[in-house]
């Protein structure tokens, strides 16, 4: 079966740190994989997505067959990056839909 | 619009009662998707929408669970003869994409179903 699995359901790093938020996934074809962010009182957002090989908000995450992962890392976490973050798996066989991991809490701390 | 437009907000409702929560997707967006958030899960996906059609319904936990969407725009989630383990957060979502080419989903605020 199609899973993620997102190991941390918190992660606390200080502000200036590196941040590295786990994503593995289970699919035998080829993936399409996003992470989505939910900021306090706001809803769900496209963070990022692996086709698309960009930075944003200073955040990356490479797509790594081998490993089925799909980590996303930040060099220097900042306070606003405070948020909830979701990986996802889209295209399941050609389904549409999006498949989400559990979530990682993550706080920045002053 | 501004974006994905879900109604109520909060819903609650007493065991065995009928509930309809409502999406209002981003005007011209195709898709529309249904996903159930259990407190503290990440989203589990219901039903899928192109146009009017439902093209996917196997997400939906039972046959208590029916969505439509008659005019291809507006779409309903009602659930019928309501249980406590129906309590969770229904988003809803919509993007652009009509064949296989790859459209971000654009996701609603999410109704706060409480089932007493």
């Known amino acids: 079966a199609q899973r993620v699995t997102q190991p941390e359901k918190l992660l606390s790093v200080f502000k200036g740190a590196p941040v590295e938020l786990k994503c593995n996934y289970s699919?035998?074809?080829?993936?399409?994989l996003f992470w989505y962010v939910q900021y306090s009182r706001q809803r769900l957002q496209l963070l990022l997505r692996?086709?698309s090989r960009e930075s944003i908000k200073g955040f990356t995450a490479d797509l790594n067959k081998g490993e089925t992962s799909f980590h996303l890392k930040k060099p220097f976490a900042q306070e606003e990056d405070s948020a909830m973050y979701y990986c996802?798996?889209?295209?399941?066989?050609?389904?549409?839909?999006?498949?989400f991991g559990q979530g990682t809490r993550l706080t920045i701390n002053p | 619009g501004a974006g994905v437009s879900q109604s109520p907000r909060y819903k609650v409702a007493k065991r065995g009662q009928d509930v309809a929560l409502r999406c209002d997707p981003i005007?011209?967006?195709?898709?529309l998707f249904w996903y159930q958030q259990a407190l503290g899960q990440g989203p589990e996906f219901l039903t899928y929408?192109?146009?009017?059609?439902?093209?996917?319904k196997s997400g939906l936990p039972s046959d208590r669970f029916f969505a439509e969407r008659p005019e291809g725009s507006v779409s309903t989630l009602k659930i019928q003869r309501t249980q406590q383990e129906d309590s969770a957060v229904y988003l809803c979502?919509?993007?652009?994409?009509?064949?296989?080419?790859?459209?971000?989903?654009?996701f609603g605020d999410g109704t706060r179903l409480s089932i007493l």
């Open positions: 979502a919509s993007s652009l994409s009509r064949t296989e080419s790859n459209q971000p989903q654009h």
């Open positions: 699919y035998s074809g080829s993936p399409e």
């Open positions: 692996h086709i």
């Open positions: 996802a798996l889209h295209k399941i066989q050609g389904a549409q839909k999006l498949v």
């Open positions: 005007s011209g967006h195709v898709s």
């Open positions: 929408f192109q146009n009017e059609a439902q093209l996917d």
